[in-house]
């Protein structure tokens, strides 16, 4: 039986344009998702979030919800353009409003809020200014951070401040897969900057407002990166130079990796960093947040043979792997989930163990795992997600064999809480531990739900 140390953070997440709808509710904006999920042949069967879970209106529900699972965390993101409409100006009282229940509904009921800052929902009005390309929204940020910073300070210890950088630009910019679905690769390098300056901007904000403290934190999703073989080694490298250290280098080490910048001077000169740009997003942070759902494999790519594109982008789509053209991505063997992703949890502990390595002194979060399946009701009326069950169960076996191994690692957070709008797949895919019904949005614990909060009792994994 694995066991976890007494102070380890069992939690769940959400995001605010996956589960709160009210999308045009008490004076909020539109944001990029808005657009994007109301623009005809983007999402999945023509779903949007303008409902979603209805956590916005569902909220007390959902926070007995969580106080029954016992998890002694949550994670949940700040609706940008819900407390700021367009991005800038004065704080909207009733969107604000929201969070502050959530906040204290979180502490009244022992769990601690985990709050990020920015899950993709930009306002529209700031991309209608140039979006993460345009250097002024970084500082744009920094401000909403700062709002934030003295309206929740007070009661929230652990700030997020962004969500998945490498999904904002290259599945944004580069891919159009994502909001604002924009295919400019020089623009998708641009918005990785920008990205990284408004992280060093939100903690230097949130560092003089929150409480003194308040722990400081980014969530990436680091790509565990093997070759083929031996000869695939700069197929790795210029993999692991865009997906990890574009956002590893300014962030932790305060510069730029010399051969991302080589990589990629074909798409861009990086005139747009300026002095003292790194230094800024080089901020000291107390936890880093890691979000693991799947390895990538890769190899050395001819030009000739047959291209596999096993990249995650879908079909027809502009790949999100700028300067990657010499790279194929191997589609590696099963069990898969839903979502096509192979099942490999192996990769979860190399990862960790590779940042207990290169970061020593950093401890570790893993702010998002978890899995879809399709989740068929039973005729019992229960969920029945063996599935889901097993996975959680192989990846959190593989957090307990890296902290063996040395890793500080501080926490885990299920995702999801309940079945969400899943982004450019609509409703289609169901990660939640809880399922939602899309008509009448009844909560259904899943027996993945029921399994999760045994270990959370317990701190231990059970055998088998």
């Known amino acids: 039986m694995s066991a976890f140390p007494d102070n380890f953070v069992w939690g769940t ?22 657009t994007f999920s109301h623009t005809p042949g983007l999402v999945a069967n023509g779903d949007t979030g303008d409902v979603a879970c209805d956590h916005y209106h569902r909220l007390e529900e959902d926070l007995d919800l969580l106080a029954e699972l016992r998890v002694g965390a949550y994670r949940f993101s700040i609706s940008w353009p819900r407390v700021q409409p367009g991005g800038s100006g004065p704080v909207n009282a009733a969107g604000l409003d929201f969070y502050q229940r959530l906040v204290d509904g979180l502490l009244s009921r022992g769990i601690a809020p985990v709050a990020t800052l920015y899950h993709w929902d930009l306002p529209q009005e700031l991309e209608d200014a140039g979006g993460w390309p345009n250097r002024d929204t970084a500082q744009r940020f920094a401000e909403y951070a700062r709002l934030m910073g003295e ?31 924009r295919t400019e690769p020089a623009a998708a390098l641009a918005a990785v900057h920008h990205l990284n300056l408004g992280h060093g901007l939100a903690v230097q904000a949130l560092r003089s407002t929150a409480a003194k403290d308040a722990q400081m934190s980014v969530t990436l999703n680091l790509h565990h990166i093997r070759g083929v073989s031996e000869a695939d080694a700069d197929a790795v490298r210029r993999t692991d130079a865009l997906a990890n250290r574009a956002f590893l280098g300014p962030m932790l080490e305060g510069a730029y990796p010399a051969d991302l910048l080589a990589d990629t001077a074909g798409v861009t000169d990086w005139s747009f960093v300026r002095d003292g740009d790194t230094a800024i997003a080089n901020q000291p942070l107390d936890v880093l ?17 047959p291209k596999e594109t096993a990249d995650g982008h879908q079909d027809g789509a502009a790949s999100p792997w700028i300067a990657c ?61 063996r599935d889901r069950v097993d996975y959680l169960h192989r990846h959190l076996t593989a957090v307990s064999e890296a902290i063996a191994q040395g890793a500080d690692v501080r926490g885990y957070f299920v995702w999801s809480l309940m079945d969400n709008f899943e982004w450019a797949h609509g409703y289609a895919k169901r990660f939640g531990i809880v399922r939602v019904d899309r008509e009448t949005m009844e909560r259904t614990w899943k027996d993945s739900a029921f399994w999760y909060r045994d270990v959370v009792t317990s701190g231990k994994l059970p055998v088998g």
């Open 289 to 305: 947040g890691v979000n693991y759902y799947n390895p990538t494999l890769v190899r050395h790519w001819d030009g000739q043979s």
């Open 13 to 34: 997440a959400t995001a605010a344009y996956q589960v709160e709808g009210a999308w045009n509710e008490d004076g909020r904006g539109p944001s990029i998702w808005d």
């Open 151 to 181: 309206a929740l300070g007070d009661r929230v210890r652990t700030w997020i401040t962004l969500n998945e950088p490498w999904c904002s630009a290259y599945l944004g910019y580069a891919s159009g897969v994502h909001a604002p679905a």
């Open 325 to 385: 053209d010499s790279v194929e991505f191997v589609r590696q063997p099963g069990p898969y989930t839903e979502m096509g992703w192979n099942i490999d949890e192996t990769g979860l502990t190399e990862l960790l163990l590779r940042l207990h390595r290169d970061y020593p002194d950093l401890p570790v979060m893993i702010t998002e795992n978890g899995a879809a399946f399709p989740d068929p009701v039973s005729p019992d009326g229960r969920v029945h997600d």
